[in-house]
Each structure stands twice: as structure tokens, then as C-alpha cells.
């Protein structure tokens, strides 16, 4: 997948489960450079350590907490001029706060060819 080929993807998770780690591995496969984080100062020491072409952060609950880094998530990938694509299983969580919605049945294939889609989009948008 020529989008996703040599790109850096921080992929970001609140709890790392089983599906969070399926799909960060079906990136992996078509060829991105991946590093993994929890939602954590793990994560802003991963973007301060590589030059992110796109952020993920994968919403496996709704917890304060990780709704406020994700705010804090937004503004930064802005200032650095990083694409961010926040994805959530829950329909719910994704019409509030997410680009895109992972419905647990969507295969691997499927789900790095729409990341690869709305990067393309986003990146369009920014002009690059």
C-alpha cells in the first residue's frame, strides 16, 4: 500500500488489547514504520522522539482521562503539523470524537486500505 509504505505511525492505545495490537501489526505489515504507546507520557516521549507522519490512537474506552489526551492529542498533532486519526469500536464514541469507526468484524485488509484512504484525504488537506 503505497500511502502507507515508510510512513511512521505512533499508534497510540489506552489499554494495548487484542485488537488494538491485530490491527497495529496489519499496519505494520503493509510496510509502515510503527511504534507502539499506551496512552501515557509514553506517548508524548514517542512524538518527541520521531518525526510522526500520522498518530493513531485507538479509543478502547471512554474514560476521562484519555478523552482529555486526546484533546491535548488534537492541538499537538496541529502545532506539528501531524495527521491524527482517532478510531473507536464503539459507534457512540465515534460520531462524538473519532474520524473513523472499526466495527469489530471489519478485517485486517480492510481496515489498513481506510486508514490509508483518510491519510491520503488528510494529507490532501494539509496541502502536501
Do not use: H, N, Y
Not at 6 to 23: I, M, N, T, Y
Not at 32 to 40: E, N
Amino acid at each position: 500500500m503505497k500511502s502507507l509504505a515508510d510512513c511512521q505511525v505512533v499508534f497510540a492505545s489506552a489499554k494495548g488489547g487484542a485488537s488494538a495490537l491485530r490491527r497495529s501489526t496489519a499496519l505494520a505489515r503493509a510496510g509502515a514504520r510503527l511504534r507502539t504507546c499506551t496512552f501515557s507520557e509514553e506517548l508524548w516521549s514517542s512524538l518527541a522522539e520521531v518525526r510522526a507522519d500520522l498518530v493513531i490512537a485507538w479509543l478502547d474506552s471512554d474514560e476521562a482521562a484519555a478523552l482529555a489526551i486526546l484533546d491535548r492529542l488534537r492541538a499537538d498533532a496541529r502545532a506539528r503539523g501531524v495527521c491524527a486519526l482517532l478510531v473507536a469500536e464503539e459507534p457512540e464514541l465515534a460520531r462524538e470524537r473519532c474520524a473513523l469507526w472499526v466495527d469489530r468484524s471489519l478485517d485486517d485488509e480492510t481496515f489498513v486500505r481506510s486508514v490509508a484512504d483518510l491519510l491520503d484525504r488528510l494529507r490532501r488537506g494539509l496541502g502536501e
